[in-house]
C-alpha cells in the first residue's frame, strides 16, 4: 500500500523559513502529481503548492514568491520550502500524492507561526 509522510513542521517565528518533506513509500513510476494542502480548525483544506509529472507547478496566491515546491525524484520525496511565513500559515499540512489514479494523503505536520 502506497503512503506519504509529512515532516518538517514546528513552530517559528513570524518571518522566519521552515522546509517541509513528504516521503512516498513507492517509486515515482505512475505518480502523476503531489502537493500541499493545508488546514485550519473550522476551515475546509486548502491547496497550497502543486507539482505535475510535467514538472509544472503551481501555487495560491497567498504564498505566491515565499513558498517554493520541489520534488527529489532520486529520494522520491517532495519538498516544501517556506520563506518570509506568516502568522496566517498556522496550520497542519498535508502531503498528497496522486498515482495511478488513486490519491493518497498523509497524516499532517503542525506549522505555527508566531507574530
Known amino acids: 500500500q502506497a503512503q506519504v509522510v509529512e515532516s518538517g513542521g514546528g513552530l517559528v517565528q513570524s518571518g522566519g523559513s521552515l522546509t517541509l518533506s513528504c516521503a512516498a513509500s513507492?517509486?515515482?513510476?505512475?505518480?502523476?502529481?503531489m502537493g500541499w494542502f493545508r488546514q485550519t480548525p473550522g476551515n475546509q483544506r486548502e491547496r497550497v503548492a502543486t507539482?505535475?509529472?510535467?514538472?509544472?507547478?503551481d501555487y495560491v496566491d497567498s504564498v505566491k514568491g515565499r513558498f517554493t515546491i520541489s520534488r527529489d525524484s532520486a529520494k522520491n520525496t517532495l519538498v516544501l520550502q517556506m520563506s518570509s511565513l506568516k502568522p496566517e500559515d498556522t496550520a497542519v499540512y498535508y502531503c498528497?500524492?496522486?498515482?495511478?489514479?488513486?490519491?493518497?494523503w498523509g497524516k499532517g505536520t503542525l506549522v505555527t507561526v508566531s507574530s
Open positions: 498528497n500524492m496522486v498515482r495511478y489514479n488513486r490519491e493518497y
Open positions: 507539482w505535475t509529472s510535467g514538472g509544472n507547478t
Open positions: 513507492v517509486d515515482s513510476v505512475g505518480i502523476v502529481a
